[in-house]
């Protein structure tokens, strides 16, 4: 049948995205293999895609009788994933989404933006009832007594840009922190992309530490980032001026009226090394007659970012929530543990993000050329199962 397929989406994939390279060379690390990589490689990727991610689930579409269509080269057992996923090297996956983020850049994916933003965030993924690997992280009760551990990461994605691509991640441990983690993955990520590739970053309050403020000077990318008490001196100092004034600026989006507040001249805390800080007030008032009001600070000057773009740059953080991590842990079993040893939970939250750009990718730009309509999500899984002539599963998120 026409339409979208596993076999036409790999195509896509090895010709457009220039990935025949990483689905050949994947970094496996098995001393004697028997399988190829890139055939178990792709099977994890095809489970995405399919949003059938355990490692039983794969084996089972690998030895079904659909195997020509699914682009699968042989069939092997979930127990070959576990021996391949501990000892595959992650940094080639890492590079793959980065070169696929240039050549969506050059094929103009972004080109309707006026901007581009990487949004850097942190959250729990898996939970267990023991500690089995050095990123298990205890949580405790009301009593501080251990109840379970789980694992955290700080995740970064383009945001802002008409289309969310989330491309890396970086776990912590017991003694590590989320703003740690977001420093250390800013450092890894902008080098490689280029200093030209992004405008900015957009953080949540927990990120808006001196350290990180200062990361994101050295590496030349501006900052957008949310205020809250944290900050009390400027907080009570933007509140005392902002409450007594009218808005600065009114407008529409969607149906809701934005109110701006927004003035460039506030002083930094004493050891922020920026010369003045410059903060942005939106009050939100929705048809429903709900009100959200939020205070953002930024280095972006008026004469460069005006009240408008700077408040699109704001709401942008939210992408990383819906489209990253709400989309990546309902759909495509980020949460999930395959199998719990360190190297394969990286190698699996990496192929989790790269199935998602490749078919947001596919869906959204390469589907959608000329007068196409986009097919939402849901429908793209859909045609995948009918084309391979089997019934769909039931959703799992």
């Not at 901007?115 to 992280?137: F, M």
């Not at 700080?154 to 008409?162: E, I």
């Not at 309902?330 to 199998?339: A, K, M, N, P």
């Not at 990496?350 to 959608?368: C, K, M, N, Q």
């Given at each position: 049948m026409n339409g979208p397929s596993l076999r036409r989406l790999k195509l896509y994939a090895a010709g457009r995205l220039k990935l025949k390279r990483y689905l050949a060379h994947c970094g496996d690390g098995r001393a004697q293999p028997r399988l190829p990589a890139r055939a178990l490689v792709w099977a994890m990727l095809a489970g995405q895609f399919l949003r059938q991610t355990a490692f039983h689930a794969v084996e089972a579409i690998a030895r079904s009788a659909r195997l020509r269509k699914t682009?699968?080269?042989?069939?092997?057992?979930?127990?070959?994933?576990?021996?391949?996923?501990?000892?595959?090297?992650?940094?080639?996956?890492r590079q793959a989404l980065i070169d696929v983020l240039h050549r969506a850049k050059r094929n103009k994916t972004f080109q309707d933006s006026p901007s581009i933003g990487l949004a850097v965030d942190g959250t729990t993924v898996g939970r267990c009832s023991e500690q089995r690997c050095r990123w298990c992280r205890p949580y405790r009760n009301e009593k501080k007594q251990i109840v379970g551990y789980r694992h955290q990461l700080a995740m970064v994605s383009v945001v802002g840009s008409g289309i969310t691509l989330p491309?890396?991640?970086?776990?912590?441990?017991?003694?590590d922190s989320e703003y740690a983690a977001?420093?250390?993955?800013?450092?890894?990520?902008?080098?490689?992309?280029?200093?030209?590739?992004?405008?900015?970053?957009?953080?949540?309050?927990?990120?808006?530490?001196?350290?990180?403020?200062?990361?994101?000077?050295?590496?030349?990318?501006?900052?957008?980032?949310?205020?809250?008490?944290?900050?009390?001196?400027?907080?009570?100092?933007?509140?005392?001026?902002?409450?007594?004034?009218?808005?600065?600026?009114?407008f529409k989006d969607g149906n809701s009226?934005?109110?701006?507040?927004?003035?460039?001249?506030f002083d930094p805390w004493e050891t922020l090394r920026w010369e003045t800080v410059r903060?942005?007030?939106?009050?939100?008032?929705?048809?429903?007659?709900?009100?959200?009001?939020?205070?953002?600070?930024?280095?972006?000057?008026?004469?460069?970012?005006?009240?408008?773009a700077l408040y699109r740059m704001a709401k942008s953080r939210w992408e990383i929530e819906n489209q990253g991590f709400n989309d990546c842990k309902s759909y495509q079993g980020l949460e999930h543990i395959c199998h719990h040893h360190p190297n394969s939970l990286l190698l699996g939250w990496l192929l989790t993000?790269?199935?998602?750009?490749?078919?947001?990718?596919?869906?959204?730009?390469?589907?959608?050329?000329?007068?196409?309509?986009?097919?939402s999500a849901c429908q793209f899984v859909r045609l995948l199962w009918l084309n391979l002539g089997a019934p769909i599963p039931r959703e799992s998120g």
């Amino acid at each position: 049948m026409n339409g979208p397929s596993l076999r036409r989406l790999k195509l896509y994939a090895a010709g457009r995205l220039k990935l025949k390279r990483y689905l050949a060379h994947c970094g496996d690390g098995r001393a004697q293999p028997r399988l190829p990589a890139r055939a178990l490689v792709w099977a994890m990727l095809a489970g995405q895609f399919l949003r059938q991610t355990a490692f039983h689930a794969v084996e089972a579409i690998a030895r079904s009788a659909r195997l020509r269509k699914t682009g699968i080269e042989r069939r092997f057992s979930d127990d070959t994933l576990d021996y391949f996923s501990e000892r595959a090297d992650p940094a080639p996956t890492r590079q793959a989404l980065i070169d696929v983020l240039h050549r969506a850049k050059r094929n103009k994916t972004f080109q309707d933006s006026p901007s581009i933003g990487l949004a850097v965030d942190g959250t729990t993924v898996g939970r267990c009832s023991e500690q089995r690997c050095r990123w298990c992280r205890p949580y405790r009760n009301e009593k501080k007594q251990i109840v379970g551990y789980r694992h955290q990461l700080a995740m970064v994605s383009v945001v802002g840009s008409g289309i969310t691509l989330p491309f890396d991640v970086e776990p912590y441990g017991p003694k590590d922190s989320e703003y740690a983690a977001g420093q250390r993955l800013l450092r890894r990520v902008v080098p490689t992309l280029g200093a030209r590739f992004a405008d900015y970053v957009v953080v949540d309050a927990g990120f808006a530490t001196n350290t990180f403020l200062h990361v994101c000077d050295e590496l030349g990318l501006p900052v957008v980032a949310r205020l809250k008490d944290n900050l009390p001196e400027l907080s009570t100092a933007v509140e005392k001026r902002f409450s007594t004034q009218r808005p600065h600026r009114v407008f529409k989006d969607g149906n809701s009226r934005i109110e701006i507040w927004d003035a460039e001249d506030f002083d930094p805390w004493e050891t922020l090394r920026w010369e003045t800080v410059r903060v942005l007030r939106y009050r939100q008032q929705n048809p429903d007659g709900t009100v959200v009001q939020a205070d953002w600070f930024t280095n972006f000057s008026k004469r460069k970012v005006v009240s408008l773009a700077l408040y699109r740059m704001a709401k942008s953080r939210w992408e990383i929530e819906n489209q990253g991590f709400n989309d990546c842990k309902s759909y495509q079993g980020l949460e999930h543990i395959c199998h719990h040893h360190p190297n394969s939970l990286l190698l699996g939250w990496l192929l989790t993000l790269l199935a998602l750009v490749i078919s947001r990718l596919y869906r959204l730009r390469y589907l959608h050329r000329g007068t196409h309509k986009v097919i939402s999500a849901c429908q793209f899984v859909r045609l995948l199962w009918l084309n391979l002539g089997a019934p769909i599963p039931r959703e799992s998120g």
